[in-house]
């Protein structure tokens, strides 16, 4: 069994990416063969636009947060096929039960408050998974922000302590792109999940399902 949250930006960035949606439902449809699959899809650009407009026709949070998960939801089902549950579910009970007759279940968001990640944390929790698969567009967490600093190194591994104090003092605001949210690292640390974060690319994901290895960011118990 896998539980992947698969980032908004990586499916629709600029716009809906064809090419990569495409080649993900392939490496679907093999490894559902043997591998039952759970699939959080995030909002992306799209749950971001949604959300600024309805920000601007003052729309309160609560409110933003809906039409974030609709948008999330649109985008999950674009990984719908012959190997899947044919819809979206629409909460975690819903997923655990089409999973008994279905190899992938495909989700967005759930309630507002919190994001898509928080949501596969949520599904590993209850099904007794001990690892989620967090495929970002940035492939890991950074010590400044890679797309601005040259020299950004990466964390290869990290506590739950170090991750929820990187995240501590950033804003909760409906649509705001960080690399993970507070809430999602609460869950992981209360049942002791693994949050192993990388790439876009199936190849990684592929590595991180067959040997466990996790080329980004490890976010777990520690020694120290
Ligand atoms: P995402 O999970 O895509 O959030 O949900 P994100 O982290 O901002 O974006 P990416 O995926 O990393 O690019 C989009 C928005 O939908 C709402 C929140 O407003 C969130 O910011 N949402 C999503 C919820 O309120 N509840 C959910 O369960 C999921």
Redesign the pocket.
Known sequence: MVVISL???IVYGDMIDFNYISAFRKFLEEKSKNTKIFLVV????S??DY?SIASKLGMDEFS??????M??RINASLFIGNYSYPKVAESVEEAVIASKNYPVVLM????????????SLLIAERVGEKRVINM??VGGVYDKDPRKYKDAEIIRRMSYRDAQEMFLNRDMN??????F?LISIKIAERSKIEICIIGKSIEELKKAMLDGECQGTVIGITND
Do not use: Y
């Open positions: 980032g908004g930006s995030g909002g992306g650009k749950a971001r959300i933003q947060d809906r039409i974030g998960i948008a999330s967005g968001g759930t309630e507002p408050g919190h994001t898509t990640d928080a949501v970002t567009s409906a649509g705001l792109n960080l690399p949210d």
